[in-house]
């Protein structure tokens, strides 16, 4: 089972990721609608959705939302606080980002908070993209928000640590291969739990070739939540991309 199968689907998960809260979700979806200004309605497919979190921000918005993702428990959570809130224009289904989920069905595609660079054969990044682009009607839009692979170089903090709810969270390090890998070790009453992340740093340059070679259009590129411009000591890298138009 691949990292990112296991990982995604454990409570663990949320824990660790907490400060990835709704406050940031309202952020991001401010930034999008600025950014694209979406027409009311849109239907709008969240790739990597995890539990959620932004599908349902979007869709407290007046949009139609169909978030995918591989982790089973991670949608049931997401239809669950989606049904507690009285959501009715969103969906979640499991699917491979890879694969499309249908041919021109989509106003946009957002692939958010670096639901990204997870696979070991870059082939697949492109087929993830072409899946994206596939679901675009003529037009369509596409926001993608991934690390900067420049700022982690730089910034990379080897080991951390911390305390969340009686639970010691030891976070190790590393770039290898082209990839930055975490593991997450999680110690509680004499027990300890590991898991792992790993993440192709994918750059600027990789993601024009990607769009290029997919059908997207590259638009504009931002460095943060707040919309400043994107630089090499930007915190994320934020693409903007359309599909040409019939």
Same mark, same amino acid.
């Given at each position: 089972?691949?990292?990112?199968?296991?990982?995604?689907?454990?409570?663990? +998960?949320?824990?660790?990721?907490?400060?990835?809260?709704?406050?940031?979700?309202?952020?991001?979806? !401010?930034?999008?609608?600025?950014?694209?200004?979406?027409?009311?309605?849109?239907?709008?497919?969240?790739?990597?959705?995890?539990?959620?979190?932004?599908?349902?921000?979007?869709?407290?918005?007046? +949009?139609?939302?169909?978030?995918?993702?591989?982790?089973?428990?991670?949608?049931?959570?997401?239809?669950?606080?989606?049904?507690?809130?009285?959501?009715?224009?969103?969906?979640?289904?499991?699917?491979?980002?890879?694969?499309?989920?249908?041919?021109?069905?989509?106003?946009?595609?957002? /692939?958010?908070?670096?639901?990204?660079?997870?696979?070991?054969?870059?082939?697949?990044?492109?087929?993830?993209?072409?899946?994206?682009?596939?679901?675009?009607?003529?037009?369509?839009?596409?926001?993608? !928000?991934?690390?900067?692979?420049?700022?982690?170089?730089?910034?990379?903090?080897?080991?951390?640590?911390?305390?969340?709810?009686?639970?010691?969270?030891?976070?190790?390090?590393?770039?290898? /291969?082209?990839?930055? /890998?975490?593991?997450?070790?999680?110690?509680? /009453?004499?027990?300890?739990?590991?898991? +792992?992340?790993?993440?192709?740093?994918?750059?600027?340059?990789?993601?024009? &070739?990607? +769009?290029?070679?997919?059908?997207?259009?590259?638009?504009?590129?931002?460095?943060?939540?707040?919309?400043?411009?994107?630089?090499?000591?930007?915190?994320?890298?934020?693409?903007?991309?359309? &599909?040409?138009?019939?």
């Amino acid at each position: 089972m691949a990292w990112y199968q296991e990982w995604f689907d454990r409570d663990e +998960y949320e824990l660790v990721y907490q400060h990835r809260d709704e406050r940031e979700a309202e952020q991001v979806v !401010d930034l999008i609608e600025r950014l694209v200004r979406p027409a009311p309605g849109s239907e709008i497919l969240d790739v990597g959705c995890g539990r959620g979190r932004h599908a349902r921000v979007l869709a407290r918005r007046g +949009y139609r939302v169909t978030g995918i993702d591989v982790a089973e428990r991670a949608l049931q959570i997401a239809r669950e606080r989606a049904e507690a809130e009285g959501l009715h224009h969103v969906r979640f289904l499991r699917h491979d980002m890879r694969e499309p989920l249908c041919r021109e069905c989509f106003d946009g595609v957002v /692939n958010l908070f670096t639901a990204f660079g997870f696979f070991e054969d870059d082939a697949d990044h492109l087929r993830a993209l072409q899946a994206m682009a596939t679901a675009l009607r003529p037009g369509g839009w596409l926001v993608q !928000d991934f690390l900067n692979a420049d700022y982690v170089q730089r910034h990379l903090v080897p080991c951390d640590r911390f305390q969340l709810d009686g639970v010691e969270v030891v976070q190790e390090r590393w770039i290898e /291969n082209g990839r930055v /890998n975490k593991r997450i070790r999680l110690r509680r /009453n004499g027990t300890e739990q590991v898991f +792992y992340e790993s993440v192709r740093l994918l750059r600027l340059e990789d993601f024009r &070739k990607l +769009y290029q070679e997919a059908g997207l259009d590259l638009q504009a590129t931002l460095g943060d939540y707040t919309g400043r411009p994107f630089t090499s000591e930007s915190p994320r890298l934020i693409l903007y991309a359309r &599909k040409a138009a019939a």
